[in-house]
């Protein structure tokens, strides 16, 4: 078994592997068990590197990337969210209600007909750890008066 560290400039954790591929694949698996804020999409590296028997630094063996997206939260009507764009609630043209150009791609809003809750969508997200755009991010927001004065009316067989 071979020594490794993997780090992500915040903090690390030393482990043994059988090979370099192991401990790469540990490093990503590392990343994706970290306590993070899942509220939306997000995107970690780390510095996977080789020890000596003595525990000091040998050399870096690789970087490893993982993206993690929210998981879509409960719906708090107790149904499968289902979601909608009234132009009301989410805004933006008539024709086309809570999307907008993002960069090469769009942002958009929807909102769940049963809860209130909400979905940003961006097809043209920024990867802050190495700053290429194309990407998709998600994120959820809690309800908010207007759209929860929205479901409230849809319920009555409004909007």
């Not at 899942?38 to 000091?56: F, H, M, N, P, Y």
């Not at 630094?57 to 107790?78: F, I, K, M, N, Q």
């Not at 499968?80 to 942002?107: F, L």
């Amino acid at each position: 078994m071979v020594k490794y560290r993997v780090q992500d400039g915040q903090t690390g954790e030393n482990f043994e592997a059988e090979s370099d591929e192991a401990a790469l694949e540990y490093g990503e698996d590392w990343l994706e068990g970290g306590s993070w804020d899942r509220s939306q999409t997000i995107w970690l590296d780390a510095e996977v590197v080789r020890l000596k028997d003595d525990g000091e630094y040998a050399d870096t063996l690789g970087w490893v990337r993982v993206t993690l997206h929210p998981e879509e939260p409960d719906c708090t009507a107790g149904s499968d969210h289902a979601w909608r764009s009234p132009q009301s609630v989410v805004g933006g043209c008539k024709e086309n209600p809570g999307v907008w150009g993002s960069g090469g791609g769009v942002r958009s809003l929807e909102v769940c007909q049963h809860c209130g809750a909400f979905r940003i969508t961006d097809t043209w997200a920024t990867n802050p750890c190495d700053g290429t755009q194309g990407h998709t991010s998600v994120e959820y927001l809690p309800a908010d008066i207007y759209s929860l004065k929205w479901v409230e009316q849809a319920t009555k067989g409004g909007e």
